[in-house]
Structures are given as C-alpha cells and as structure tokens.
C-alpha cells in the first residue's frame, strides 16, 4: 500500500477545546506499516506537541494494533492543559456579622419539641442590627487564574476574576479593605449590594416570623403588631396596621395610621408625639404631645405637654395632662367614670414632694444644732476644754445645716418654678362633658354630675377658682354653678410649697443683710 492509501486509513482527530488529540486507524493496515516514525509524522503534520506520552501512546498503539489488525482502533496519544480561571473578588463577613446570619438562619427552620420548651421565640429577631463604624467584613481581590495549554502547544488564556461585583452603601471601605458601617441600622446583603439601611422597613406583622424588634433608627410596620411582642426605636415607629397588646418605645414619634388596642396589656413610650386613630385599654408615657382623632378608650395616658384632640372621645381610666387639653367629648352616656388631671406634670411633682420632704429633716438638725450652741454659749466662762472644743464644732455643723436648709429650699423653688413653665391649665371640650367626669387643677377637684355641653373653656381664675367659657356665646361663670368643685388635701398644693420656699429665702436674705 502506497503512503498516500496509507494517510488515508491512519488519521488524527482533535477535540474542539484542543484539549485531546487521538489517533484512528481503519481496518487494512497491515502491521509492518505501522512503525513509529510513521506515525509520527502523522501527529507532527498536526503540530501535535511531542512529548513523553505521545511517544509511549505510539508504541502502545502498534502493540494494540498487532494483537487486532482487522479491527478499528482509537488511542489518545496527547492531552492539554485546561486553563484555570481566576475567582471573582466578593466580601468575606466578619466572623460575628456572620454568626448573627447564621443564627437568623437556624432560627427559620422549626425546632424540635425539646427545643421549644426552652426557646424565647419572641426575642429571636430576624434581623442584623449593626452600629456606627463596627467591622462589617472585607473586600476578597480577585484571583487572576493559570493559563492552560493545547495539544499543540499552544497557549490558552484564563479568564481574570472580575473585581468584587456587590456595591457598598452607607459603608466606608477602608485602605486594608475592611467594611466599615457609616451609620448605625439595618445590613441588608444581596448578589449586587450590601448596605446599611438607616430606616427599618418591616413589610408585613412583627410576630414570630421577625421576633421583638430593637433598632437605633426609624422603624416603619406594614401591617401591625401583634400580642405581647416588643417594638424599640432610637427615632420614630410607623404602623400603618393595627397594633395588639404589644410594647412601643419610640425615643422620637409613634405614629399609629390605625390604632392599638393593648387589652390592658400593651403600653406605649414615647420621647416627643403619639399620633393614632384611637388608642384602646393602653399605659402611655408621653413626653410631648398627644393628638388622637377618635377615642382614648380606658387608657391611663400621662403627657407632658398637650392634648390636642378636638375630635377626640375621651372615655374611662385616668388622663395626666400638663400642658392644654382640648377634647370632643369626656366620658359617656353610660356614665362611665372617667378622671382627668389638668395642670400635671408627675415626674415633676414627685421631685417636688421628695426635695420638699427633705426640708424639715435638715431644719431638724439645724435647730439642734442651734439649741445646743445656745446651751454652750451661755456657759461661756465655766466650759471645759472639751466643752470649748465642741463650740467650735458646732458653730461650723450649724454653718453647713443652714446651708443645706437653704439649698433645700432654693431647689424646691426651682422645681416649682421649672413645674410653672411646663404647665398650663385650660381645658377646650367641642361637644359635651359628661356625668361621672372627675377634673383635677392643683388642689381642686371638679365633679360633673350633669351634662355639660360645648364648646366650652374651663381655667382657673387668680384667686385659683375655675371658670367656664360658654365659646359659643361669650358667658363666662364659675364652674361651681355647673358642676361640684371642692379642694382636695390629697392633691399637691405646689403654689404654697413654692410661696414657702420663697418666703423662706427671703428670710435668709434679710437675715445676711
């Protein structure tokens, strides 16, 4: 057989990566032609890359070959280099950002029975909270990858790893690649961002598919907030749903687009304003203003500053108000009993009352001090040296009691005074004021026992008796003539505790004089 017959039967196939060469021989080859200098020449018109494995594939094809010269035989004589591609660059969490992932995780997945008699589902949050400037992880590079290599000898490139694919917001990426948190909030991660989320946005309940919620930011609620779950704020909390028997703490606002009904339960805290549709068996410590457009319902609501409520019912439990109230309607016509104390400041009046019960403690033992001073002086020429001594003694302890006296007594005047600029006694009622209304200004306590219709104004007058505006015609008469009003001893009498004090300095002022 000819060569060109030859080249014909004896062929080399190479894969479309390049990456596997193989020879095939046809059946009608005689054995003496298969040397190997034949048969290299075959891969070197292919550029096949010689080496050690091609060399011993050849001798293995022609042993191969001899034992079965009728039949069709394939041998892999070369094989390449498959290039390596280099790994995109990514972020490696920190180990304790990555322990909150984990746990979140673990807490999504049910847990056995045993599990769950020691479990507080309630506090397992769903989310990572981070703070200002805290370690979020780093920054991987990428890799670059190893260059492969084809049969031919050719060199096949590797792809670079591309850089870190996911965009930073509210972080700051330091010069060593740590990820630092900008601001204190919510880390979201996704495939393409990791971010700080300064406002807390809950898409549908706080239950147990979130858990009790503490966040340094604004939280906002979608739907609600159900039984006996915790929701803290270091600015506002927003629920646009009903709100249960929860806890709400807001260092800021609560705004409540429907409502909360705590089944005297529930409680809410804030440091400035609560807004809601109504509010229904709920404790409230509110620092500034409240503003309800239906009803408080058997609520216990203390506000330091103003109730500005015009369309309001205000029905049952026990109303502390300091600044303006304005109202539609107190009480019901069932007659549901329903207090009311104007004018009031408790956080106020309770130093008032512990500094001012400290006053005769410290005139106590000023007084003492002073007969027994009085006793030595008198004996001036007959007291022994320890006697003597104990003058000394007593004239510099007489010293301090009277000046803690007078310390007492000026921090008693400054709270009264602090009590007078953050209170102001007026109440506007729209509609009307019931029967079983209980109104408390300063000493004096107000009972209805008909009803009284609005639009009215009750104030005190100077001579500390309250009076009724008539807004609708201009008549004003004393609220005695309308309802029952008696002074009550159990009420603070903070006007003559804050004359006493002032009396008291001036006193001291004449005494230095």
Do not use: W
């Not at 059946?27 to 200098?37: C, D, F, I």
């Not at 479990?119 to 805290?134: A, N, P």
């Not at 400290?358 to 007959?382: F, S």
Request: aromatic share 2%; proline share 4%; hydrophobic share 35%.
């Amino acid at each position: 057989m000819n060569e060109d017959e030859l080249r014909k039967l004896v062929t080399v196939q190479i894969s479309s990566d390049h990456l596997l060469a193989e020879l095939l021989i046809a059946p009608g080859v005689t054995h003496s032609e298969l040397t190997e200098v034949f048969l290299q020449s075959i891969l070197d018109e292919r550029s096949i890359q010689t080496s050690i494995q091609s060399s011993t594939a050849i001798k293995e094809v022609i042993e191969s070959h001899a034992e079965n010269p009728d039949k069709p035989l394939k041998a892999t004589v070369a094989t390449g280099t498959p290039a390596v591609d280099g790994i995109d660059g990514g972020i490696e969490l920190d180990e304790k950002v990555q322990a909150q992932l984990d746990q979140i995780n673990h807490n999504k997945k049910d847990a056995s029975e045993e599990d769950a008699e020691t479990i507080d589902f309630y506090s397992q949050s769903s989310f990572v909270i981070v703070t200002k400037g805290q370690l979020l992880g780093r920054i991987i590079p990428p890799a670059p990858g190893t260059d492969g290599t084809d049969v031919c000898g050719k060199s096949i490139p590797a792809k670079p790893g591309r850089a870190c694919p996911i965009a930073l917001e509210n972080c700051d990426l330091k010069q060593d690649q740590a990820i630092m948190a900008k601001s204190a909030g919510a880390l979201s991660l996704t495939k393409t961002s990791l971010r700080i989320d300064a406002i807390l946005e809950i898409s549908k309940y706080v239950d147990f598919s979130t858990g009790n919620v503490d966040f340094p930011g604004s939280v906002t609620i979608q739907k609600g907030v159900r039984d006996n779950f915790i929701v803290k704020a270091g600015e506002t909390i927003q629920v646009f749903g009903l709100v249960e028997a929860a806890t709400l703490c807001a260092a800021k606002d609560v705004i409540l687009s429907q409502g909360m009904a705590a089944k005297e339960k529930g409680s809410i805290t804030t440091g400035r304003n609560l807004e809601a549709k109504y509010i229904d068996n709920v404790e409230c410590q509110i620092q500034t203003n409240l503003c309800i457009q239906k009803e408080i319902n058997n609520c216990n609501p203390t506000v330091a500053g103003e109730i500005l409520s015009s369309t309001c019912r205000l029905i049952g439990g026990e109303t502390r108000v300091a600044g303006t109230c304005e109202l539609g309607q107190i009480g019901s016509d069932a007659g549901t009993p329903t207090f009311l104390h104007i004018g009031c400041h408790p956080e106020l009046e309770t130093l008032i009352e512990q500094a001012h019960s400290l006053y005769p403690l410290v005139l106590a033992q000023a007084n003492h001090a002073q007969t027994e001073l009085a006793q030595l002086t008198a004996a001036m020429g007959k007291l022994t040296p320890t006697q003597a001594e104990r003058l000394t003694e007593l004239q510099f302890e007489l010293s301090e009691h009277q000046n803690r006296v007078n310390e007492v007594a000026k921090a008693v005047a400054l709270l009264c005074e602090l009590h007078q600029s953050k209170t102001h006694i007026e109440l506007r009622v729209t509609k009307k004021i019931y029967p079983r209304v209980e109104l408390c200004m300063n000493t004096v306590r107000v009972t209805f026992k008909e009803s009284v219709p609005g639009p009215l104004c009750i104030q005190l007058r100077d001579n500390g008796k309250p009076e009724i505006l008539d807004v609708a015609s201009g008549n004003t008469q004393l609220l005695s003539e309308v309802a029952s009003v008696a002074t009550d001893p159990d009420l603070p009498d903070l006007k003559a505790i804050h004359q006493e004090c002032l009396i008291l300095d001036k006193n001291k002022q004449s005494e230095a004089a």
